[in-house]
Every structure is written in structure tokens, then in C-alpha cells.
């Protein structure tokens, strides 16, 4: 059974700095990453990185964050530097497992509020 663990989110000023981490359990992955919502609006992408370690981010946090994983792909951190008000949002971990009739899992979101 797939199992992810979210933890990091918080309240920081613009211009500051936060760090998701997702521990992940219970299979084989090949895809992590990180999306985000705000209330009306569709679940976008933010940052993803596979097992080879080809990483993918959206345009609005280009050299700003940063997506990392471990040897072992059971955890996936995002670090968000010089972070915005227009970063507040619900912000979810997400995997694709590498075997199984259910591919996607998603993690019960942190909340992330940037103050201006």
C-alpha cells in the first residue's frame, strides 16, 4: 500500500524560504513531484523529477525552486526560495509507481501562505 507523508508547509514573508519533504512507502517509483491548487482553479504542476533524475518545473518558479529526491526515491523534498504571494496554495506530493493497476498516488496536501 502506497503511503505518503507531507510535512513543511507553513506561513513565511515574501522573499523568504520553505522546504516540502513527501516520504514515500510502499512500492517501486519512477516519477515524484509536486503540484499545487488554490480554491476555483485546476491542480497545476510545479516540479517533478523521474528516476534518471530529469527534473521538470513550471515556468513561474524557474530558478526559484528546487526539486530533489534520494538514492533510493522514497522521499521528495522542494525547496522554494524567494517565494511569493502568488506561491500560496495547497500543495500536494504526487508518485507513479512503477507496477500496479493504480499508478498515481497523491498526498493530502501542505498549506503554503507567502504574506506580502
Known amino acids: 500500500q502506497v503511503q505518503l507523508v507531507e510535512s513543511g508547509g507553513g506561513l513565511v514573508q515574501a522573499g523568504g524560504s520553505l522546504r516540502l519533504s513527501c516520504a514515500a512507502s510502499?512500492?517501486?517509483?519512477?516519477?515524484m513531484g509536486w503540484y499545487r491548487q488554490t480554491p476555483g482553479k485546476q491542480r497545476e504542476m510545479v516540479a517533478t523529477i523521474t528516476g534518471g533524475r530529469s527534473t521538470n518545473y513550471a515556468d513561474s518558479v524557474k530558478g526559484r525552486f528546487t526539486i530533489t529526491t534520494t538514492n533510493a526515491m522514497d522521499a521528495v523534498y522542494l525547496q522554494m526560495n524567494s517565494l511569493k504571494p502568488e506561491d500560496k496554495a495547497m500543495y500536494y506530493c504526487?508518485?507513479?509507481?512503477?507496477?500496479?493497476?493504480?499508478?498515481?498516488?497523491w498526498g493530502q496536501g501542505t498549506q503554503v501562505t507567502v504574506s506580502s
Open positions: 504526487y508518485v507513479r509507481r512503477i507496477v500496479g493497476s493504480s499508478r498515481d498516488f
Open positions: 510502499g512500492s517501486v517509483f519512477s516519477l
